[in-house]
């Protein structure tokens, strides 16, 4: 396919267009909606929910320039020209159960998100040895999480409304068999978003599988589309698209998949790469 036949370009967030200080450089900004008034369409395809891309969402102008937004991994998405917006069912409470049970027996420490907090569930022993077998990078993100969230840290799970997706901290031997055993039940995929950090959803939701539904909506071929992306979550939007680009700062496995590695976020790779492409 030749570079002008594509039509509409995907990228992950962080790690990818957001720079180490998860922000929009300048650079990357002025280059999508240079993108965007050249007529290629642009969407954001996220682990985030819709409340946590909104600031990015105003910044990309996606409403203007008729753009789509994918969040939860695939779980929630919106076409910003007709206001479709398809959402992909949650997860329950009995669901709850079984993936907190799994991670508590495995010292996992399991974050389940809502709009303004989180209730943080330790593993069934001393939350201060928690703590400590968990890696550095957790600790780092549970810091993070505090600065956006109310933190709320139970030791039993809780009644709880439905939620698109379960986040799961630990040392990375720990998430990757809590990882097999979830898969093992059939009823969830699962998705390491960096080494320390393991993300659960409902089976058959991914970024890959909102890459089709959006070809539906829109008429755009996903071998029209162009996609960015650094963690496992990306893997299958990468499997996919027309033309795909890791990060030089991706997770082996998007690198192995993507038919191209970039500069890193931190050097502004996506915008490079889409002047390259379409030359901005």
């Known amino acids: ?41 642009f969407s954001i395809c996220s682990g985030r929910p819709y409340y946590g891309c909104q600031k990015f969402i105003e910044q990309l102008q996606l409403e203007k320039y008729n753009g789509f937004f994918v969040g939860q991994n695939g779980q929630y998405i919106k076409s910003f020209e007709t206001g479709e917006v398809i959402e992909k069912q949650k997860l329950n409470q009995n ?68 939620i698109p997706k379960i986040c799961c901290l630990g040392k990375p031997a720990s998430l990757r068999k809590l990882a097999d055993e979830l898969l093992a039940l059939q009823d969830y995929d699962t998705f390491l978003v960096n080494a320390a950090w393991l993300e659960v959803v409902r089976i058959g939701i991914s ?37 795909s680009c890791a990060m030089e700062n991706a997770m082996p496995n998007p690198k192995k998949v993507a038919h191209c590695i970039i500069d890193s976020n931190r050097n502004h790779g996506v915008a490079k790469k889409l002047k390259e492409i379409f030359n901005l």
């Open 207 to 243: 970024k890959g599988s909102a890459l089709y539904d959006i070809e539906k909506m829109a008429d755009i071929p996903v071998s029209s589309m162009v996609t960015f992306g650094d963690g496992e979550n990306d893997l299958s939007m990468l499997e996919i698209a027309g033309l």
């Open 95 to 162: 669901d709850f159960k079984k993936i907190c049970d799994l991670a508590q027996r495995s010292g996992v420490i399991t974050e389940l998100f809502y709009d303004t907090h989180a209730y943080i569930l330790f593993p069934k022993r001393n939350i201060l040895m928690s703590l400590i077998l968990c890696s550095m990078y957790s600790l780092r993100s549970l810091i993070h999480q505090s600065k956006r969230f109310k933190m709320i840290f139970i030791r039993e799970l809780i009644d709880l409304p439905d």
């Open 1 to 41: 396919m030749s570079e002008n036949q594509y039509k509409l370009v995907l990228s992950d967030l962080d790690g990818t267009l957001l720079n180490e200080n998860s922000q929009l450089s300048e650079e990357t900004l002025d280059t999508v909606l240079k993108l965007q008034q050249s007529g290629i369409r």
